[in-house]
């Protein structure tokens, strides 16, 4: 099947397509496989880009990782957190579970510091998290989104 980067340049929404429909968040972009091009209308802000290359196998495919050493979101494609709070305690705040691509972050205390400036996680909206913050030096943890929840496994 083909793919598709899908990219978005309003609101979120969903771009109907023969396949259904594909959730696109706002000023964003998502990588996709379609059994057809879809129809959509740039000036609505919709841009379809066809990729060429080969579909890597999801095994040998490397996870979306973020060096983040303050308040971050993260992202729907961030997979892996390397978290440095030894300047200060902060937040990381996640994503509606929903929308996040692969439904799974972990989080990895990569500057030590956890234990003197925690790193509270703050899940989104009405979600929940079994996880409040890293507070131990080094820990990591990883989060899976499930029934309006984030998980700890």
């Given at each position: 099947m083909p793919r598709?980067?899908?990219t978005n340049q309003s609101a979120e929404r969903v771009l109907s397509t023969a396949d259904g429909g594909v959730r696109v968040p706002g000023n964003a972009s998502?990588?996709?496989e379609l059994s057809a091009r879809p129809n959509a209308d740039p000036t609505l802000g919709?841009?379809?880009q066809q990729l060429t290359d080969p579909v890597e196998p999801r095994t040998t495919r490397r996870p979306m990782v973020a060096s983040v050493s303050a308040a971050y979101a993260v992202a729907i494609n961030d997979e892996v957190l390397l978290v440095d709070s030894s300047s200060a305690a902060f937040a990381i705040a996640l994503?509606?579970?929903a929308s996040h691509l692969t439904g799974?972050?972990?989080l990895k205390d990569a500057g030590g510091s956890a234990q003197s400036n925690n790193i509270t996680i703050a899940p989104?909206?009405?979600e929940t998290c079994d996880l409040a913050a890293l507070t131990n030096d080094d820990e990591s943890a990883t989060l899976v989104f499930s029934g309006g929840r984030w998980h700890q496994v």
């Amino acid at each position: 099947m083909p793919r598709f980067v899908i990219t978005n340049q309003s609101a979120e929404r969903v771009l109907s397509t023969a396949d259904g429909g594909v959730r696109v968040p706002g000023n964003a972009s998502v990588e996709v496989e379609l059994s057809a091009r879809p129809n959509a209308d740039p000036t609505l802000g919709w841009r379809i880009q066809q990729l060429t290359d080969p579909v890597e196998p999801r095994t040998t495919r490397r996870p979306m990782v973020a060096s983040v050493s303050a308040a971050y979101a993260v992202a729907i494609n961030d997979e892996v957190l390397l978290v440095d709070s030894s300047s200060a305690a902060f937040a990381i705040a996640l994503p509606p579970g929903a929308s996040h691509l692969t439904g799974r972050v972990v989080l990895k205390d990569a500057g030590g510091s956890a234990q003197s400036n925690n790193i509270t996680i703050a899940p989104d909206g009405g979600e929940t998290c079994d996880l409040a913050a890293l507070t131990n030096d080094d820990e990591s943890a990883t989060l899976v989104f499930s029934g309006g929840r984030w998980h700890q496994v």
